[in-house]
C-alpha cells in the first residue's frame, strides 16, 4: 500500500481535535470498490490460523474484548509476528467474542487488515494507547474521486472530521456510513470510537462477517469478506499475504 502524508489542516478546519492528525493515501474505505487493478495479481489461498486461546480467567463482568485472548499468548505472538500487542490483544479478543456465533472469522485475518489498513495503528509513528485510542487519531484522504471513490460528506464533520467530503478513519479505516452501521463498544467503555481499535476491530468483525455469509472459515466466504472491505484484487492479495504471513508465524507447520 502506498502512503502519502498530507495536510491536516482541512480537518482541523471543521472540528476542533486534540493533538496532531495522520491522513493517508488508501486504496477504498471499507465498502468501497478498489481502484481499478492495471494487473489483476495471481491470487494466493488464504490460510486459516489457529484459534487464539481464552484468558483463564476473563473478568464475568464482561470485559474489554481485548482481555479475552490469553496474555501469554499474545505476548508470545506478538514477538513471532511484529503485531504490537495492543492491536494483537484487540485482534484476538474480537475473534474469540466471534467463536460462539456463525462466523469464522480469525484473529490473523483482522490483523492482516489492520496491517494493510494503517499498521495496526502505527502508521507514519503512531501509536495504540493502553485503552485502545489511536494516537493521534486516524484520517484518511478525501474520498473525492479520482484514484479513490467519490462519496460526499454524510455526517458533517462528526466522525470524519471533515464537514465536505467523508473520509476513512481509525486503525481499520471504517468510512462514516459503516461506522454508523456497524458502531460497537468493544472495550467496554461505554464509548463507541471508531479511533479505538477495540470498538473498530469489533465493526469491522461484525460487517465482514455479514458480507462473507457468515462464512469466513471457507475460501470463497472468506474472499467475499474481504473484497467487500475494499473491491481491489491487490488489496485481497495483500491481505492474504499479511494473514498467512501471520498465521505461519504462529504455526508454521499447519
Given at each position: ?7 491536516a489542516?482541512?480537518?482541523?478546519a ?23 487493478d492495471?494487473e ?12 487464539a486461546?481464552v ?33 494483537l490483544a ?19 485475518t ?24 489511536a494516537?493521534p ?9 479520482g484514484a ?30 459503516t ?9 467496554a ?58 498465521a505461519?508465524d ?5
Amino acid at each position: 500500500m502506498r502512503v502519502v502524508l498530507i495536510s491536516a489542516a482541512g480537518v482541523l478546519a471543521t472540528v476542533a481535535v486534540v493533538g496532531a492528525i495522520v491522513a493517508f493515501t488508501l486504496p477504498g474505505g471499507v465498502g468501497l470498490p478498489g481502484r481499478p487493478d492495471a494487473e489483476s495479481p495471481s491470487i494466493p489461498l488464504a490460510r486459516f490460523a489457529t484459534a487464539a486461546p481464552v484468558s483463564a480467567a476473563p473478568d464475568p463482568a464482561g470485559p474489554a474484548l481485548s482481555a479475552l485472548a490469553d496474555p501469554a499468548w499474545v505476548a508470545a505472538t506478538a514477538r513471532k509476528t511484529g503485531i504490537p500487542p495492543r492491536a494483537l490483544a484487540a485482534y484476538a479478543g474480537v475473534a474469540i467474542s466471534f467463536e460462539s456465533r456463525p462466523c469464522g472469522i480469525g484473529w490473523n485475518t483482522l490483523a492482516g487488515i489492520g496491517e494493510v489498513e494503517s499498521r495496526h495503528g502505527t502508521i507514519f509513528g503512531g501509536r495504540i494507547a493502553a485503552n485502545g485510542s489511536a494516537i493521534p487519531p486516524i484520517f484518511g484522504i478525501p474520498l473525492s474521486g479520482g484514484a479513490v471513490a467519490n462519496i460526499p460528506d454524510s455526517d458533517k464533520g462528526a466522525i470524519d472530521g471533515d464537514a465536505t467530503i467523508d473520509r476513512a478513519v481509525g486503525p481499520m479505516q471504517l468510512i462514516p456510513e459503516t461506522w454508523r452501521n456497524w458502531h460497537a463498544d468493544g472495550n467496554a467503555d461505554g464509548v463507541q470510537d471508531p479511533q479505538n481499535i477495540d470498538d473498530a476491530t469489533l465493526a469491522a468483525a461484525s460487517y465482514l462477517c455479514r458480507a462473507g455469509g457468515k462464512a469466513l472459515d471457507t475460501e470463497s466466504g472468506w474472499r467475499k469478506a474481504v473484497l467487500a472491505y475494499n473491491g481491489s484484487n491487490r488489496y485481497l492479495v495483500d491481505v492474504i499475504r499479511y494473514s498467512t504471513g501471520y498465521a505461519r508465524d504462529v504455526d508454521p507447520v499447519k
